[in-house]
């Protein structure tokens, strides 16, 4: 197998804005290797560093030093991006556009020809169950419906690499199951998932490894099986792995 | 090229579907109108003195129009957080700016041809005159300042993180470059060293957006002005708004990006 996503010694400082403040280091050198196939778990407590991780990942920020690859590529240079789909955290999309129309957009700016844009949108709003709403503005959207375009754009340009910042943040159970479905559909299509989550039930069910990061550093990485060799959860594997110390009532 | 005009495609949508575009196109119709069907006991001053008037609420209208629209584009996608999906496709931060640039430029150009055409429709009617090629040159270097306009608010909205500070800002800007522009010399040299040599250095640095101004020849029914003077006009806008537009590239690749 392949890497498809790789780090090396990434690390991520921010200088602080206020007079004589400490820089803030948000990563500290990660090493991260996800094979071409596999749903792989990004986990961590708030804070820990995983969105930094995918902000770098995405070209948002440049890091302090250590260098990270797409597909072999270093992802500072945009056509990184051109086999990934990206699902945001909230919905970040152009509200005053219909669903249709914004994965238009994406289409063009993929550069997809106009019959297979035409056929590629219509296959991702059916996958997503949008197609009702398709002349709909965003604006108009429920919560689910928003997520579910944003899947359906993440998914516009057949990426190979899907990455996923807690997908099912926010969503109502049926959203969840619904989520949880297509990316089992995408792993079975032979297709790389990379997600953060906190919903660590979700993250036993469906991923193959998971990586675990604390306050900017590596804790562990493996297949879930082995992480959780001695606890009956992952829950309890990560709260141990965090250093987490259940307090006694007194 | 695709994903430029992608960008910019989105961005005319977006100022089409807003409704403060048509308020103002509203307001001007109105006015044009009021002032176009007035008589005025056909004294043709007074008649001048109104198209004078209609024609200075166009610029203003355009003005508004550009400056608005632009100075909200960076600032409202990266507090929307719209530029985070964007930057995870294939996209560079100076398809972005250009992509921006080339969408305000484009909706302030309808917006602008759509005042003008009412405008001609109106005084035309009454006059039963139609000038067509002067028309043609005044949009046409109206619509070349105002993709200078729009560079130089990108690259204000790049600087100022309020898109209300970058507009106040640019207006003022405009507004005195528009009115004091064409007089800094004269003031310059009124004024003693070393005060003289720094408002001609102003005086050559800043863009002169008077040259792109044909309404007193529209008003005067003045003939045509050379093509050959439109062309150097056209290579002069050219000029500073790939300055402005390199100098908001440059602020922008470095910004930090965070979710």
Known sequence: M?????????????KSREFRQPVKVALTGLDLEVQAGEVFGFLGPNGAG??????????FIPPTSGTAYLFGIDVRQPIARQRIGYLPEMTYYYKFLTAEELLRFYAKIFGLARAEADQRIDQLLKLVELEQARKRTIRSYSKGM???????????????????????????????????EIIQRLKNEGKTVFFSSHELGEVETVCDRVAIIHQGELKTVGRVDKIMESYPTLEKAFLNIVGYQPQTAS | ????????????????????????????AFITLAAGSVHFFHESNIVRYVKDLCLLLIW????????ATTARQIPMERESRTIFPLLAKPVTRGQIILGKFFGCWFASGIA??????????????????????????????????????????????????????????????????????????????RNPEPLR????????????????????????????????????????????????????????????LST
């Open chain 2, 60 to 67: 203003i209208s355009a003005w508004i129009i550009t400056i």
């Open chain 2, 1 to 28: 090229m695709k994903t430029i005009f992608a960008i910019a495609g989105v961005v005319i949508m977006e100022l089409y579907r807003r409704k403060d575009f048509y308020v103002l196109f509203v307001l001007t």
């Open chain 1, 146 to 180: 928003q997520q579910r375009v944003g899947l359906a754009q993440a998914l516009i340009n057949n990426p190979d690499l899907l990455i996923l910042d807690e997908p099912t943040s926010g969503l109502d159970p049926l959203g969840r199951m619904k989520v949880r």
């Open chain 2, 112 to 189: 602008l041809v759509v005042f003008y055409l009412f405008f001609i429709v109106v005084t035309g009617s009454r006059e039963h005159y139609w000038p067509v090629l002067q028309y043609v040159q005044a949009i046409l270097l109206q619509w070349l300042m105002l993709g200078l306009l729009t560079a130089m608010t990108l690259l204000g909205s790049i600087i100022f993180a309020a898109p209300s500070s970058t507009v106040t800002i640019v207006f003022i800007s405009a507004f005195s470059i528009w009115f004091l522009g064409p007089h800094l010399n004269v003031i310059a040299l």
């Open chain 2, 197 to 256: 040599d720094i408002i001609y250095t102003a005086y050559f640095i800043i863009p002169h957006l008077e040259l792109f101004d044909l309404r007193e020849r529209l008003v005067g029914d003045w003939s045509v002005v050379p093509w050959s003077a439109c062309g150097l006009a056209a290579l002069y806008a050219a000029a500073y708004t790939g300055l402005f537009l390199l100098l908001a590239w440059l602020g922008f690749r470095r910004q930090n």
């Open chain 1, 50 to 59: 995983k969105t930094t991780t995918m902000n770098v990942l995405l070209g």
């Open chain 1, 2 to 14: 392949s890497a498809i996503l790789k780090s090396e010694k990434l690390r991520v400082e921010f």
